[in-house]
Each structure stands twice: as C-alpha cells, then as structure tokens.
T-cell receptor, first 111, second 115 residues
Framework: KQEVTQIPAALSVPEGENLVLNCSFT??????LQWFRQDPGKGLTSLLL?????REQTSGRLNASLDKSSGRSTLYIAASQPGDSATYLC??????????FGTGTRLKVLA | GAVVSQHPSWVICKSGTSVKIECRSL??????MFWYRQFPKQSLMLMAT?????????EQGVEKDKFLINHASLTLSTLTVTSAHPEDSSFYIC???????????FGPGTRLTVT
C-alpha cells in the first residue's frame, strides 16, 4: 500500500530564504507526482506535475525533482516571500489516477 | 481553462438531514471525477471515483449508502451525504479529469458542518 510522507510537518523561515520541502513515498511504481499548494480553508492549487519519466519540473521560483528509485521528491522554493505561506502537499498517482496525498508541510514565511 | 467549481462553498446542516454538494467542470468534459475528504489538520483522503454514466467506485471504509455519488453528465457530479452526523463534518473536495489526460483539476472545496 502506497504511503506518502512529508518532512518537515511545519517550517518557519525569514523572507528571502531558499528552502526545500521533502516528500517520500514507499512504492516507487508511480505514474506521476504532483505538488499542490493549499491556503487555509481553501482548495488546492496545482504547482508542478512530474511524470514518471521526468526528473524535474520548474515554474518560476519553484523547482520540483523526482527520484523514483529512492522514492523521493523535493520542492525547492527560491527567494521565499510571505505570500508563499501555505500548506504544501505532494500527491502520487500509481497509474489509477487515484492520488495518494502526503501529510503536508505548513510553511510560514516571515516578513 | 480547466476550472472546477463546487457548490455550496460551505453548508451547515442538522444531524439526521441530508446535504448535496455539486462539483462542476466549467470548461471541459470530465469523464472522471473524484471525491476527497479532509479532516482538520489532516491530508486529503480519496472517498470515491465516479465515471460519467457509471456507478461510483468507493474506497475501502467509505459507506456507499451514506455517501451517494451521481455523475450523470460530463460536467456535473454530486455527492449527497445522507443522514449526516457531526462526525461527517469535514472539508469535501472534488477533482475532475478529461479522458486520456494526466492532470486532475481540483475544486475549491465545500466545508460541511453538521450540528
């Protein structure tokens, strides 16, 4: 059974720092992995989708990498801003289109 | 493009009543829709998968007679929580995908509070 874990559970950093969020999954046979942002009481905003054949994806200040063999993905946020404060979720799809979500990392960027 | 809406955004109902939540794909045909539930400070858990015109497939532990899902058109799926109880209070989020596409598009969620 696929399990997805995110470390750290919470993170507080000063504005301007570069930071890394980690996601690990137990079954490496995934179809794709997606990173989302969730603001309090809100739905999900898709950030980056990495297909199993890809190793990384970039969008603006965000870069996500995928290492299937080790069961890991990282989300790198450059030059963090207070507006980046949110919960970040990773989710894996093992080919059935059913996403298994991680536990999330609550990020707070201090001005 | 690829916008998914949910209605209502929040609802309060009394214990024992039923409540219906709608999920609509606004600018694409959603052959498959998914319903997730998120309890406070927890992650999203998949409840069921619905394909247009077919019966929904429920995840283990989700009562199909309690959470009725209808996906009668390519743009609308509904989740009805029957005989709601306080423990059903949660944030319900739907997602939708097109045939042969990878990505799912998520709705903004519906917060249900059962008193």
């Amino acid at each position: 059974k696929q399990e997805v874990t995110q470390i750290p559970a919470a993170l507080s950093v000063p504005e301007g720092e570069n930071l890394v969020l980690n996601c690990s999954f137990t079954d490496s046979a995934i179809y794709n992995l997606q990173w989302f942002r969730q603001d309090p009481g809100k739905g999900l905003t898709s950030l980056l989708l990495i297909q199993s054949s890809q190793r990384e994806q970039t969008s603006g200040r965000l870069n996500a990498s995928l290492d299937k063999s080790s069961g890991r993905s990282t989300l790198y946020i450059a030059a963090s801003q207070p507006g980046d404060s949110a919960t970040y979720l990773c989710a894996v799809d093992s080919g059935t289109y059913k996403y298994i979500f991680g536990t999330g990392t609550r990020l707070k960027v201090l001005a | 493009g690829a916008v998914v809406s949910q209605h209502p955004s929040w609802v309060i109902c009394k214990s024992g009543t039923s409540v219906k939540i709608e999920c609509r794909s606004l600018d694409f045909q959603a052959t498959t829709m998914f319903w997730y539930r998120q309890f406070p400070k927890q992650s999203l858990m998949l409840m069921a998968t619905s394909n247009e015109g077919s019966k929904a497939t429920y995840e283990q532990g989700v009562e199909k007679d309690k959470f009725l899902i209808n996906h009668a058109s390519l743009t609308l799926s509904t989740l009805t929580v029957t005989s709601a109880h306080p423990e059903d209070s949660s944030f319900y989020i739907c997602s939708a995908k097109q045939l042969a596409e990878y990505e799912q598009y998520f709705g903004p969620g519906t917060r249900l509070t059962v008193t």
